[in-house]
């Protein structure tokens, strides 16, 4: 079965750097070409919807999706590594959230119902 796991989330002082990885596995023992599939960050804040930040099609064709974070995130992908990261720069209280990963087949969206496969999140803390 695909699975995503995401690490490297933890607590942070603003203005600090993390960096997020999210590891795939299982793709080609279900008959599935994994470098087929985009792969997406999300992040979803308490009490706030699940919100896409950006997707990586192939080895380095991204699409960014949140204006908060541009400048600062950077999405990367290691076919090699079967891993996709992302680099979290200049960090602020308003960037805590727990972090996921997706999969979706083929396409970017920015959409979390269009997502084929989920990690089960890792969690960033922005606090002094």
């Known amino acids: 079965q695909p699975q995503l796991v995401e690490s490297g989330g933890g607590l942070v002082q603003p203005g600090g750097s993390l960096r997020l990885s999210c590891a795939a596995s299982?793709?080609?023992?279900?008959?599935?070409?994994?470098?087929?599939?985009?792969m997406s960050w999300f992040r979803q804040a308490p009490g706030k919807e699940r919100e896409a930040l950006s997707c990586?099609?192939?080895?380095?064709?991204?699409?960014n999706y949140a204006d908060s974070v541009k400048g600062r995130f950077t999405v990367s992908r290691d076919n090699a590594k079967n891993t996709i990261y992302l680099q979290m720069n200049d960090l602020k209280p308003e960037d805590s959230a727990v972090y996921y990963c997706?999969?979706?087949?083929?396409?970017?969206?920015?959409?979390?119902?269009?997502?084929?496969?989920w990690g089960e999140g890792t969690l960033v803390t922005v606090s002094s």
């Open positions: 997706a999969a979706r087949w083929l396409r970017c969206s920015h959409y979390v119902t269009d997502m084929n496969y």
């Open positions: 299982g793709f080609a023992d279900s008959g599935l070409r994994l470098d087929v599939y985009t």
């Open positions: 990586i099609r192939g080895a380095d064709i991204v699409t």
